[in-house]
């Protein structure tokens, strides 16, 4: 049973949690103010107030923030470079690889960063991390560095599903030089069949 | 009153998955009915009461998150390119329990617990989690491939130690 069936048969176990009786009089005395409360506009005059105190505030600082900010990125990448090195269970790795992707997102690719997911290409036996950084990585794909060490990968990679997504990536690149590894995987007799198939499919596509 | 009683727990479960924090979700309840209660006329049909009444505590629970900045990661959340699902090894069911499911879950980062929670839980779509976040549907698909990838390794790990 696949864990999404699992939560969904469960779903009802969920709701084991009890709100205290003790509340009930709070929400009566609430309901009571919110329901006999005072005349709106006022409410709506003291708000907008305090947002343009606010507003005022916010442009006062925006300036010293936008300096401040190019000095946060830095720190920023390398506390999240620091986290994946020191991740020491698969589901913390995982975490901070998809913490990198997001946060920087928008960003061109950094070589510290880059050569963190390569070490996790090269070494780490995870096979959830090897494709999420594999997803990371696609993002650059005029990237003749990270081109190279998803070939070196799929010349390298034993465990099905991460051969499955590199065959899939090199795919998307069109990446000729995915020939000789290609091979390899189609004449290793430990290979499963799923993955020579799939090997043996964008070998003919290479070749056409 | 009657009403209150009769729906509290139900909406204190849903707002207390989304936002952890017991307290809240209690504040987040009565908020609810408050809402609930100002907004009566708008009900068309007295049986869709339940499901109505969750809608605004998924309403509420989501806007007080907004308001406490704990949604920052939306905008964070870009466009990815869609990302299949690759499956890892089904988990041996026997070995799943349903505490450390739910443990699991409520140890997700907010990104991906609040995603996992609607979609799996309350039954809503991703088009309607997309709405309701304000993102893309395939960023919601890709936040969801990645919190259900997260749930399983913690709990494979949870099953190996």
Redo the contacts between chains.
């Keep these: ?4 069936h ?3 048969d ?2 009802t ?8 009786e003790d ?2 009089l ?3 005395a ?2 009571q103010q ?2 006999h409360q005072g005349s709106k506009p006022v409410r709506r005059l003291r708000a907008m107030r305090y947002v343009s105190i606010a507003a005022s505030v916010v442009l006062l600082i925006a300036l010293g923030y936008w300096y401040q900010n190019e000095q946060q990125r830095i720190e920023v990448r390398d506390n999240l470079v620091s986290a994946l090195d020191a991740s020491d ?3 913390s790795r ?2 901070a690889i ?1 913490d990198i992707e ?2 920087l ?2 960003e061109e690719e950094d070589e510290k960063i880059l050569q963190a997911f390569f070490k996790i290409l090269k070494t780490d036996s995870d ?2 991390s090897k ?2 950084v594999i ?1 990371a990585l ?2 650059f794909p005029d990237n003749q560095l990270v081109r190279n060490h998803l070939i070196d990968a799929l010349g390298n990679e034993t465990e099905p ?1 991460v051969q ?2 590199l065959i ?1 990536s090199v795919a998307l690149l069109r990446e000729q030089r995915a020939k000789a590894p290609l091979k390899k995987i189609i004449e290793n007799e430990e290979s499963l069949p799923l993955v020579k198939g799939n090997a043996s499919d964008l070998l003919a596509m290479l070749n056409q | ?1 009657q009403v ?2 009769m729906y ?3 909406l ?2 849903v707002s ?2 989304i936002i952890i924090n ?1 307290q809240d979700a ?1 504040d987040m ?2 908020d609810a ?2 809402k609930a ?2 907004n009566i006329t708008k009900l068309e049909n007295d049986l869709n009461l339940g499901p109505w009444l969750k809608r605004i505590v998924v309403n509420c629970s989501l806007d007080f998150l907004r308001k406490k900045k704990k949604l920052s ?1 939306l905008q ?3 466009e ?2 869609q ?2 699902e ?3 090894e ?2 041996d ?1 026997t070995s ?1 329990k ?1 505490e450390d ?2 443990k699991a ?1 409520d140890a997700l ?1 907010d ?1 991906y617990r609040i995603i996992i929670v609607l979609y ?2 309350e039954d809503y779509s991703h088009k309607e989690i997309a709405q309701q976040l304000g993102l893309k549907e395939s960023t919601v698909r890709n936040q969801y491939v ?1 919190g ?10 949870k099953i190996t130690v």
Aim: net charge positive; no cysteine.
């Design positions: 049973m696949s864990l999404e699992f939560i969904k469960h779903k176990a969920f709701d084991d949690s009890k709100m205290s509340t009930t709070d929400f009566e609430r309901l919110e329901l269970t698969n589901s995982l975490e998809y997001d946060q997102a928008d096979a959830n494709i999420a997803d696609l993002k599903l499955l997504k899939k | 009153m209150y009683q509290k727990d139900m204190y479960n207390l998955r017991q209690q309840v009565h009915f408050i209660f100002q990661w964070e959340s870009y990815l390119q990302d299949e690759v499956l890892t089904e988990l069911n799943l349903f499911v739910k879950i980062k990104k799996l839980i990645r259900k990838r997260l749930l399983k390794q913690q709990l494979q790990n």
